[in-house]
């Protein structure tokens, strides 16, 4: 079965803790998306990447961190510099760069609270 | 201001209705659309997908873009009661950077 994985399904953060969300696809997609979604809103763009070992930050960076090392995995920590990180987090990887098949491929998502 | 600004509504229709959603973007380094529908804690799925200014249409759904303006819409027709969901419109650069609005929370009421 091919597929994007997210796990946990839910994890609880202690204050102070560093906590790893897990992305894993089998799609053999080069690019790969890390969103987070709080209630009522749209999704705010993390980080992604479009090719092992390279990323970029999005618009909500500061308190997270990332690591493409190899092309089927998209970890991201949450480290104790985010203040507010109780929210629901989304992985993706994309297939079809700029034509009809253009499409992201979500995970199941994670949801993050703090104790 | 977001560089992707969605009306996040909610919106409520009648069965049957025509429904239009909206979104207005200021960088002009995107160049491809997309339209997303999620229902409640799931990954967003693929409505639509467009790169040039004009219409694009598929069964109920016409999705249409406007790069001169920076806007984009989504209409449904004939709205029906399993439409409802949480639309949100997207948008990518060459580079990958890949942008979504703030959802617009439709119902559909039998």
């Known amino acids: 079965d091919g597929g994007i994985t997210q796990s946990p399904k839910y994890l609880f953060r202690k204050e102070g803790q560093n906590v790893t969300l897990s992305c894993e696809q089998n799609l053999n997609h080069d690019a790969m998306y890390w969103y987070r979604q709080d209630p009522g809103q749209g999704l705010r763009l993390i980080y992604y990447s479009q090719i092992v070992n390279d990323f970029q930050k999005g618009d909500i960076a500061e308190g997270y961190s990332v690591s493409r090392e190899k092309k089927e995995s998209f970890p991201l920590t949450v480290t104790s510099a985010q203040k507010n990180p109780t929210a629901f987090y989304l992985c993706?990887?994309?297939?079809?760069?700029?034509?009809?098949?253009?499409?992201?491929?979500f995970g199941s998502g994670t949801q993050l609270s703090v104790l | 201001q977001k560089e992707v600004e969605q009306d996040p509504g909610p919106l409520s229709v009648p069965e049957g209705a025509i429904v239009s959603l909206n979104c207005t973007y200021s960088?002009?380094?995107?160049?491809?659309f997309m339209w997303y529908r999620q229902y409640s804690r799931k990954g967003p799925e693929l409505l639509m997908y467009t790169y040039s200014s004009g219409n694009k249409e598929d069964g109920r759904f016409t999705a249409q873009v406007d790069k001169s303006s920076k806007y984009i819409s989504l209409f449904i027709r004939d709205s029906q009661p399993s439409d409802s969901a949480t639309y949100l419109c997207?948008?990518?650069?060459?580079?990958?950077?890949?942008?979504f609005g703030a959802g617009t929370r439709l119902t559909v009421k039998p």
């Open positions: 997207a948008m990518r650069t060459n580079g990958g950077d890949m942008r």
């Open positions: 960088n002009s380094a995107f160049q491809y």
């Open positions: 993706a990887s994309r297939t079809g760069q700029g034509s009809t098949n253009e499409k992201l491929f």
